[in-house]
C-alpha cells in the first residue's frame, strides 16, 4: 500500500550536464519498492508548479529508509527537486505502479533503456541478481553526455552495452542496434524489458514482435494523482479476449504494460521523445 | 466547536469535501487516507453506461491551473451501485454521486437507480462538464435545460439534489435561481472554466479533446465570485468549488456564503490536503472566537460603495 507523506532530502549528487541523483528518507518506498515502481513527488507546496511528478525509483536502502531517483532537470519540477537543500521536504507518495515481471527462468533477462529511462534498471538489476539471474544492460541515448548513469551497472557486476545516435559512444546508431545484434550473437529465450521515449520503446516492441519474443515496457505519460483517480494517464490496451482496447490508467494497471497489449504507436500520447519531467 | 454544517437534508460532519472528478470513486484512497476525516466524497459522474471517455493526452498543467478533458470516462452506475458502494459504505463520510446524463431521461434514470441504492446521501447534477459532446455543459449553459433537468432529478429521487454549476456563463444567478425553483435542495458552484492551450510546435490543441476544463488556484478568484453571487441570489445553501488549496482559500467561500466547500485539483497536490484545510479553518474559528462554523458563513462585509453590485 503507497504512503503520502513529506520526504527530506537526504543527499544530492550532480551528475552530467542536467542529471542528478536525489536520495529522499521515505521508510515505507524503501522497504516495498520494486522495480518499474514509481513515486508521486513535488518540492515544496508551492502553486506551481501545479502538479507532482511521476519519477521511476531508480534505487532503495532499506536500511537507511531512503530511496533515490535519477533525474534529468528539464524544466519546474524537476528543477525545483534538484534545488531542494538536504533537510528540505519533498512531498511524496509511493511506492506506486506495477512493477516489471521478472523474466522466467531461462531466458535472458535483456533491459533496453532510452535516456533518463535507464532510472529503474538499477534496482531491477539488483532484484535479478538477488536472484541469481544476469541481466544484460543496453543504455542508448542521442550523444555520450545523454549516458551518465553507468556506475551503478559496473558496480554490480552487470554487462553494460552503450549505444548512441551521434556515435559519440558505443554502438552507433539506436539501441535497438546494439540489442539487435545481441539477439544475432544469442539466440534462444530472451525477455525484454525497456523504459525510454515512446519512439524508442515502439522499436523494441517492433523486435520483440519479430522474433517471438516478450517485451515489457514502462511507460510514461502525464500522471495527476498516481492511484487512478483522474484518469488523466490512460493507455489503450487490448488484453486477450477482449473485443477492443480499452483505455486503462497507466498509474495503476501500469506503468509495466506487456507491449503486445498495447496500441502502438501513440501507445502514450505523452510527451516529446528525449524526455524528462518538465 | 461544532463544524457540522446541512445542504438541504444532506448532512455533513464537517464542511470539507472531495470534488467530483478528483477523488475517483474514494474506494482508491483506502489505506492511504482515512476517508472518515473528510465530510462527504462527490464521486467521479456516472452514466447510465460505462464510458471510454476522451483521446489522451488528457491533462495538461497551465499557470497555477490544470486543464483536463478526461471525457467522463467511468465504469456506469450499475456498477458503482454493485461494486463501490458497498466497498464506501464501510467509511463514515457523506457520499454524494455525481450525476450524469445525455439526455433529461438519462439523468433520471441514474437517478433513480441511486434512489434504491443503500449508501447515497445526495445527487449531484453534472450539468456543467465542458468535456462532452453531448449533454454536460449543454444543460448548464440554457436555464430553460436547467431547470427541465433538476425537475426531472427531483421527480426521482428523494435525495437531496445539488446541481452543480457551470461558471461559463454570463450571469450565474439566472441559472441558481432556475435550480431553485426546479426543486434544487443546494447548488456546487463552480465546474471548471473552459480552456484552450495550443502546443505551438505542432499548432495543435495540447488536449487529445482540444478544449477542457481548467480548475486550481488560477481559478479561485472567478470561483469565489461566482459562488457569492449564486449564495446571494438563491435561499438555498451553496456549496463552494475553485481552486481551494489552504484553509485560507476555503475560508474565502465560506465567507462569500457557501455553507461548505468541495476541494479538487489540491488532492492531486497532497490527497491529504484535506486534513489540512480541515484544521485550519478550526483554527481560525478558535482564533476568532467562533463556536460554530455555520455563524461564519456569508459574513462577508461589502463597502458601503464600491464596485460590487448591488442586487
Redesign the interface.
Known amino acids: 500500500m503507497p504512503t503520502n507523506r513529506e520526504a527530506p532530502l537526504v543527499r544530492r549528487e550532480r551528475l552530467e550536464g542536467p542529471y542528478f541523483l536525489l536520495t529522499f528518507r521515505h521508510p515505507e518506498v524503501a522497504a516495498l519498492a520494486r522495480a518499474g515502481q514509481f513515486v508521486m513527488i513535488k518540492a515544496g507546496l508551492s502553486a506551481e508548479p501545479p502538479l507532482r511528478r511521476p519519477f521511476s525509483i531508480m534505487s532503495v536502502d532499506p536500511r537507511d529508509e531512503t530511496f533515490t531517483l535519477f533525474i534529468k532537470t528539464v524544466g519546474p519540477g524537476s528543477a525545483a527537486l534538484a534545488g531542494l537543500a538536504p533537510g528540505e521536504p519533498a512531498q511524496c507518495l509511493g511506492p506506486l505502479g506495477r512493477p516489471f515481471e521478472p523474466p522466467p527462468a531461462g531466458s535472458q533477462a535483456l533491459l533496453v533503456a532510452g535516456g533518463y529511462g535507464v532510472a529503474p534498471f538499477v534496482l531491477l538489476s539488483r532484484e535479478l541478481l538477488a536472484v541469481g539471474r544476469k541481466p544484460v544492460v543496453f543504455y542508448g541515448a542521442r550523444r555520450a553526455a545523454d549516458l551518465p548513469l553507468q556506475s551503478p551497472f559496473a558496480g554490480l557486476g552487470v554487462p553494460l552495452t552503450l549505444a548512441t545516435e551521434d556515435g559519440s559512444a558505443g554502438v552507433a546508431g539506436r539501441v535497438t542496434v546494439a540489442l539487435e545484434a545481441h539477439l544475432d550473437l544469442h539466440p534462444g529465450p530472451a525477455e525484454l524489458l525497456a523504459c525510454g521515449p515512446e519512439p524508442m520503446m515502439h522499436a523494441v516492441a517492433r523486435v520483440a514482435q519479430e522474433r517471438g519474443l516478450r517485451a515489457q515496457v514502462s511507460l510514461d505519460p502525464w500522471m495527476g494523482c498516481g492511484v487512478g483517480t483522474c484518469l488523466g494517464c490512460v493507455v489503450w490496451v487490448k488484453r486477450p479476449g477482449e473485443q477492443r482496447p480499452k483505455y486503462r490508467c497507466a498509474c495503476t494497471e501500469g506503468p509495466v504494460f506487456d507491449a503486445a497489449e498495447l496500441v502502438w504507436p501513440g501507445a502514450a500520447a505523452s510527451r516529446a521523445a528525449g524526455g524528462g519531467r518538465p | 466547536m461544532r463544524l457540522a454544517v446541512e445542504i438541504g437534508g444532506l448532512r455533513l460532519k464537517n464542511p470539507v469535501l472531495a470534488a467530483s472528478?478528483?477523488?475517483?470513486y474514494g474506494v482508491?484512497?483506502e489505506?492511504?487516507?482515512d476517508l472518515s476525516r473528510l465530510g462527504g466524497i462527490v464521486s467521479?459522474g456516472l452514466y447510465l453506461e460505462p464510458r471510454?471517455?476522451a483521446?489522451?493526452?488528457?491533462?495538461?498543467?497551465?499557470?497555477?491551473?490544470?486543464l483536463?478533458a478526461?471525457g467522463l470516462?467511468g465504469v456506469g452506475v450499475r456498477a458503482f451501485v454493485r461494486d463501490v458502494l458497498p466497498r464506501l459504505r464501510a467509511h463514515d463520510t457523506a457520499v454524494v454521486v455525481n450525476v450524469c446524463g445525455e439526455s433529461v431521461d438519462e439523468y433520471a434514470e441514474v437517478s433513480r437507480v441511486l434512489d434504491q441504492a443503500d449508501g447515497v446521501h445526495a445527487l449531484e447534477v453534472n450539468i456543467s462538464c465542458p468535456n462532452v459532446k453531448k449533454g454536460g455543459m449543454a444543460f448548464g449553459g440554457d436555464p430553460r435545460l436547467t431547470h427541465e433537468v433538476v425537475t426531472a432529478v427531483r421527480k426521482a429521487t428523494r435525495l437531496p439534489v445539488i446541481p452543480k454549476l457551470s461558471p461559463n456563463v454570463g450571469d450565474i444567478t439566472v441559472f441558481a435561481r432556475a435550480a431553485e425553483e426546479a426543486g434544487a435542495d443546494g447548488l456546487s458552484c463552480v465546474n471548471t472554466l473552459l480552456g484552450l492551450a495550443v502546443d505551438v510546435e505542432s499548432r495543435r490543441p495540447r488536449l487529445?479533446f482540444g478544449t477542457g476544463g481548467l480548475s486550481?488556484?488560477a481559478i479561485r478568484p472567478v470561483a469565489v465570485r461566482m459562488a457569492w453571487q449564486a449564495a446571494r441570489a438563491v435561499g438555498i445553501p451553496v456549496i463552494g468549488i475553485g481552486g481551494i488549496?489552504s484553509a485560507s482559500d476555503a475560508l474565502e467561500f465560506l465567507i462569500a456564503g457557501c455553507r461548505a466547500v468541495q476541494i479538487g485539483?489540491a488532492?492531486?497536490?497532497?490527497?491529504?490536503v484535506h486534513e489540512k484545510v480541515l484544521a485550519g479553518i478550526v483554527a481560525y474559528l478558535e482564533r476568532h472566537g467562533l463556536e460554530d462554523v455555520n455563524d461564519l458563513v456569508g459574513t462577508l462585509e461589502l463597502p458601503v460603495a464600491g464596485p460590487l453590485p448591488a442586487r
Open positions: 472528478g478528483t477523488f475517483g482508491e484512497y489505506g492511504i487516507l467521479k471510454d471517455g483521446p489522451p493526452p488528457r491533462i495538461v498543467e497551465t499557470p497555477s491551473g490544470l483536463n478526461i470516462q487529445g486550481g488556484p488549496s485539483t488532492n492531486f497536490v497532497d490527497p491529504g
